[in-house]
Antibody
Framework: QVQLVESGGDLVKPGGSLRLSCAGS????????LSWIRQAPGKGLEWISY????????NYAASVKGRFTISRDNAKNSLFLQMNSLRAEDTAVYYC??????????????WGQGTLVTVSS | QSVLTQPPSVSAAPGQKVTISCSGS????????VSWYQQVPGTAPKLLIY???RRPSGIPDRFSASKSATSATLVITGLQTGDEADYYC???????????FGGGTMVTVL
């Protein structure tokens, strides 16, 4: 079955950097778009970024553009999120999700369990 | 404020029905498919509905959804205590070229 496992969450000071990872298994990793979605404590879901299987199509939410970088290593079935210039408002659980594109619509059909990032001095 | 507007909470007794609305615009729901996610407290979200009204395998037919113009609706019938969760609508925003979620609706079984 599809499995996505995030790691790398930690406590980091404002202005600091952190790299999140997501290990995928149970599917042909390179065939799928993947996304990062976050959830601040007590708040709703916020889409952050997606990347296609070839790294040709990448997109970011305005709130993280220029500070966060999504990438992947298909040989290692891994997705990454490099987060720089972190702010208190970046504090959230970060989820890795498989983004299914069927030619006319897209949706997130599998999610990891999330990893907590806390930005605080 | 979310691009997609949902009521903060809805509630009903066991066995009853709840309806959750998701209001968008011509550039979001009006021109794209809608998906719905269920998030039981303390767990990751789970896909409930995709392509406006289709259920993944394993999702009971007590969950149904529809879309009309710039709004979407999720209906849960035969409400069970296990349905207590937050529910989110989601779609693509053609104007901003980003994915957008609703603010979420908490379902309480009285």
């Amino acid at each position: 079955q599809v499995q996505l496992v995030e790691s790398g969450g930690d406590l980091v000071k404002p202005g600091g950097s952190l790299r999140l990872s997501c290990a995928g298994s149970g599917f042909t990793f390179s065939d799928y778009y993947l996304s990062w979605i976050r959830q601040a404590p007590g708040k709703g879901l916020e889409w952050i970024s997606y990347i296609d299987g070839t790294e040709k199509f990448i997109n970011y939410a305005a709130s993280v553009k220029g500070r966060f970088t999504i990438s992947r290593d298909n040989a290692k079935n891994s997705l990454f999120l490099q987060m720089n210039s972190l702010r208190a408002e970046d504090t959230a659980v970060y989820y890795c999700a498989r983004r299914l594109w069927n030619g006319y619509s897209n949706y997130f059909d599998d999610w990891g369990q999330g990893t907590l990032v806390t930005v605080s001095s | 404020q979310s691009v997609l507007t949902q009521p903060p909470s809805v509630s009903a007794a066991p066995g009853q029905k709840v309806t959750i609305s998701c209001s968008g615009s011509s550039s979001t729901i009006g021109s794209n498919y809608v998906s719905w996610y269920q998030q039981v407290p303390g767990t990751a979200p789970k896909l409930l509905i995709y392509d406006n009204n289709r259920r993944p395998s394993g999702i009971p037919d007590r969950f149904s959804a529809s879309k009309s113009a710039t709004s979407a609706t999720l209906v849960i019938t035969g409400l069970q205590t296990g349905d207590e969760a937050d529910y989110y609508c989601e779609t693509w925003d053609t104007s901003l070229s980003v994915e957008v979620f609703g603010g979420g609706t908490m379902v309480t079984v009285l």
